[in-house]
């Protein structure tokens, strides 16, 4: 069981995930840009780190601040949450080359999933 998980998305599905994590036991860290600072689940979480300005290019989907941010607060895992980060074969890459556990699939299962949903040529 992990100790501390960073959760990399905003808004209700942050709030649940922080909800079970509680239930478990388990810390939590929520990352924010400039403009969820006051946000409930920035609030919500145990810990809690500025990652950027409001456009998700420059926060929710910097994946370099991300990792830095789970470093700098000892989380062992990353919830990505869904959308933003979740689907994303690099970011799971990174973070197993981290030293990260991702929560979600492995970068090779993304990577053959993308694959697959491409449009096929004739």
Same mark, same amino acid.
């Given at each position: 069981m992990f100790k501390k998980i960073l959760i990399a998305n905003r808004s209700e599905i942050a709030i649940r995930v922080m909800r079970a994590c509680?239930?478990?036991?388990?810390?939590?860290?929520?990352?924010?840009?400039?403009?969820? !600072?006051? =946000?409930?689940? #920035? !609030?919500? =979480?145990?810990? #809690?780190?500025?990652?950027?300005?409001a456009p998700v290019a420059q926060s929710y989907l910097n994946m370099d601040k991300i990792i830095e941010v789970a470093h700098k607060s000892g989380a062992e895992a990353i919830h990505p949450g869904y959308g933003f980060l979740s689907e994303n074969e690099i970011f799971a890459d990174r973070c197993e080359k981290e030293g990260i556990i991702f929560i979600g699939l492995q970068a090779i299962l993304l990577k053959a999933w993308e694959a697959r949903s491409r449009p096929r040529r004739p």
């Open positions: 509680r239930e478990l036991e388990v810390k939590t860290v929520a990352v924010y840009s400039e403009v969820d !600072k006051n =946000a409930l689940f #920035a !609030k919500y =979480a145990d810990e #809690a780190f500025p990652i950027g300005p």
